[in-house]
């Protein structure tokens, strides 16, 4: 019985044992390094298109009516269930990957974002009109502007989303990466190497987080008191 609870459930000098071995044998940095590769570059794909979509469908109705249906439709549908058609789509190479994260979390960032511009006070706007300004001039001058707090806020929710679907996106076909490393740890059962990646995981999500929440503080430290 305590065999099988050692096997089953390492200790913690066992699992930090494992992330000697990991680093010193087995090349877990260059792991780390691809499952960040494959986050950020993602997360940026979707951010360039959430980003400037999801402000004008919340300022312009008619964007909102055309796009709304489409991205509340996907919205409800799970990205691992888009994993069969991918890889026909994309092989089994980075693309598949880096869509498939993509999709864990452009949908969510746009309506997000789009709910963060309907947020705008209107105040602001009929000032904007009262002293002359046309769409464009407000759209730049006031909505951007007073968004771009809530637009970090947003992305910060949603790049941990992306680390949620991260090993997901690695079981399937793949070398390399922190996923990649679980798997191969499954199938020898080393459960304290399992550990390890979760931590990693955990602890990488963590400091983006951090990241971001220190850019917004500089950025925009007159919010500071309001946190």
């Not at 009516?65 to 919205?75: E, G, H, K, T």
């Not at 990693?200 to 951090?210: C, K, M, R, V, Y």
Request: glycine share 8%; proline share 5%.
């Amino acid at each position: 019985m305590r065999l099988t609870n050692a096997v089953l459930l390492p200790g913690p000098v066992k699992v930090m044992t494992s992330f000697v071995e990991l680093f010193g044998e087995k090349g877990y940095l260059a792991d780390i390094g691809m499952s960040l590769y494959r986050v950020i570059t993602s997360f940026a794909l979707a951010c360039l298109i959430a980003v400037p979509l999801g402000i004008l469908m919340g300022t312009f109705r008619r964007v909102e009516a055309f796009f709304n249906p489409l991205v509340s439709a996907f919205r409800y549908l799970p990205a691992p269930s888009f994993i069969p058609l991918l890889l026909m789509w994309f092989g089994a190479g980075e693309s598949e990957k880096l869509a498939l994260l993509f999709l864990g979390v452009v949908w969510f960032l746009i309506t997000l974002i789009m709910d963060y511009a309907k947020s705008i006070p209107t105040d602001f706007i009929n000032t904007a009109l009262t002293l002359g300004g046309n769409r464009k001039q407000i759209l730049w001058t006031v909505i951007v502007p007073a968004m771009l707090p809530n637009i970090l806020t947003a992305m910060r929710q949603m790049l941990a989303v992306s680390w949620t679907y991260l090993v997901i996106a690695e079981i399937v076909a793949a070398d390399s990466g922190i996923g990649a490393m679980m798997m191969r740890a499954k199938r020898f059962v080393h459960i304290d190497e399992i550990m390890a990646g979760i931590i990693t995981i955990g602890f990488l999500g963590l400091f983006f987080d951090i990241l971001l929440r220190a850019a917004r503080r500089m950025l925009f430290p007159y919010l500071e008191s309001n946190d």
